[in-house]
């Protein structure tokens, strides 16, 4: 079993779209994780959910748009996309908050922006 | 903000040997993490080592904290172990987790 997934793998759209990506954990986990990772390999932490509630919020544009509608799912909204959107986001889990435990990461979502 | 340094940028090894990768960052931490991502790109998280060693297999990992650095050694490297390794911190100032740039591991067979 997949223990944290994340639709779509792939997803290619035009600047100006809304699209969101979404990321399942199977782990009983309490906290989950976004980061981004630019096309220099560069991993940058977005947000971060402990139970449903919103813990970290790094300087990301207000187009970015987490929600989690339970523990176990957080999913990312990005409205009016820009070309320097691309990049590949990944969804993470662990038990504890903030980075205190092993974090389990999915596989990433590779979004290209044209 | 904590700044967060790598060395070597990159780094070609032969399969067998054993390799030292060095993560030095800018002020004190209360939360130190070792993370590889392998050339298919999914990423592991090695080890959570704010301070003192920790091993995991043929990797280990020590991080003195007063002098600032981490370091994670990996022993009879082989070709699975190819990918980039990233360092993050967390400054006891602050709660973000800031990586560093990465060192790019090659183990050829």
């Known amino acids: 079993d997949t223990a944290v997934s994340q639709t779509p793998k792939y997803l290619v759209t035009q600047m100006g779209n809304d699209k969101s990506i979404k990321c399942e954990q199977n782990?009983?986990?309490?906290?989950m994780y976004w980061y981004k990772q630019d096309s220099k390999k560069f991993l940058k932490i977005m947000f971060s959910?402990?139970?449903?509630?919103?813990?970290i919020n790094e300087t990301v544009p207000n187009r970015f748009s987490p929600k989690s509608p339970d523990k176990a799912h957080l999913n990312l909204h990005i409205n009016s996309l820009e070309l320097g959107d691309s990049a590949v986001y990944f969804c993470?889990?662990?038990?504890?908050?903030?980075?205190?435990?092993?974090?389990?990461f999915g596989p990433g979502t590779r979004l290209l922006v044209l | 903000g904590i700044q967060v340094e790598q060395s070597p940028p990159d780094l070609i090894l032969q399969e067998g040997a054993n390799s030292t990768l060095r993560c030095n960052f800018s002020?004190?931490?209360?939360?130190l993490q070792w993370f590889h991502q392998n050339p298919w790109g999914q990423l592991i998280n090695l080890f959570y080592?704010?301070?003192g060693t920790k091993q995991n297999g043929r990797l280990s990992a020590t991080t003195v904290a007063t002098e600032r650095y981490s370091l994670l050694y990996i022993s009879s490297s082989q070709t699975t172990d190819s990918g980039v390794y990233f360092c993050?911190?967390?400054?006891?100032?602050?709660?973000?987790?800031?990586f560093g740039e990465g060192t790019q591991l090659t183990v050829n067979p």
């Open positions: 782990l009983g986990h309490d906290t």
């Open positions: 993470a889990s662990s038990q504890a908050g903030a980075w205190q435990e092993t974090q389990y």
């Open positions: 993050a911190v967390e400054a006891t100032s602050g709660s973000r987790l800031t």
């Open positions: 959910y402990n139970n449903k509630e919103l813990i």
């Open positions: 080592i704010p301070s």
């Open positions: 002020d004190s931490v209360n939360n």
